[in-house]
T-cell receptor
Framework: RKEVEQDPGPFNVPEGATVAFNCTYS??????FFWYRQDCRKEPKLLMS???SGNEDGRFTAQLNRASQYISLLIRDSKLSDSATYLC????????????FGKGTRLHILP | GAVVSQHPSWVICKSGTSVKIECRSL??????MFWYRQFPKQSLMLMAT?????????EQGVEKDKFLINHASLTLSTLTVTSAHPEDSSFYIC???????????FGPGTRLTVL
């Protein structure tokens, strides 16, 4: 099982719709979780951290399910500018501080 | 948010030459810096992790003698691709974080093309 797994997509979604991505991780010792977005030929940019209680930032909601070892990202009222690749990032602290990126989920918002 | 710069943003070089890429944290002290490589339509691949003043820790399969990393100060890390070959052509991205925080801030990347 891959350490961090995401559906590569692409997700083609009409503007204004709600879209959700999931990401699963294999190591239960994982401690911190993030969603980044990456535009084509650009560097990843932090979208939001993911907290155990779930957190919301405007149209974006992130949730963590430790028991099932997955995190999710929900985008409401999607905009054309939301088109990007969304990267799930998992950080495992410990003797070896490892940061693992998922391969990303591509999202295309259609006008 | 924190700002990380990279220089150069793109470089074209001949096979066999060496290329140095700089990564700077502009408004915070980067106790840890990471170097990634990304091939087209692929995910980010971590190459190495460097803590200021220490030797870099390389990921499995990354040749430390080919990819020289120096993190001599809290605001600067360099990656030198020695004797570059066409297969080293890629998008190289650094990221940085400060002590006690987990969030990484990424540089804008350096696109390397080796002819």
């Amino acid at each position: 099982r891959k350490e961090v797994e995401q559906d590569p997509g692409p997700f083609n979604v009409p503007e204004g719709a709600t879209v959700a991505f999931n990401c699963t991780y294999s190591n239960s010792a994982s401690q911190s979780f993030f969603w980044y977005r990456q535009d084509c030929r650009k560097e990843p940019k932090l979208l939001m951290s993911v907290y155990s209680s779930g957190n919301e930032d405007g149209r974006f909601t992130a949730q963590l399910n430790r028991a099932s070892q997955y995190i999710s990202l929900l985008i409401r009222d999607s905009k054309l500018s939301d088109s990007a690749t969304y990267l799930c990032v998992v950080n495992m602290r410990g003797r070896d501080d490892k940061i693992i990126f998922g391969k990303g989920t591509r999202l295309h918002i259609l006008p | 948010g924190a700002v990380v710069s990279q220089h150069p943003s793109w470089v074209i070089c001949k096979s066999g030459t060496s290329v140095k890429i700089e990564c700077r944290s502009l408004d915070f002290q980067a106790t840890t810096m990471f170097w990634y490589r990304q091939f087209p339509k692929q995910s980010l691949m971590l190459m190495a992790t460097s803590n200021e003043g220490s030797k870099a820790t390389y990921e499995q399969g990354v040749e430390k003698d080919k990819f020289l990393i120096n993190h001599a100060s809290l605001t600067l890390s360099t990656l030198t691709v020695t004797s570059a070959h066409p297969e080293d052509s890629s998008f190289y991205i650094c990221s940085a974080r400060t002590y006690g925080l987990l969030t990484q801030y990424f540089g804008p990347g350096t696109r390397l093309t080796v002819l």
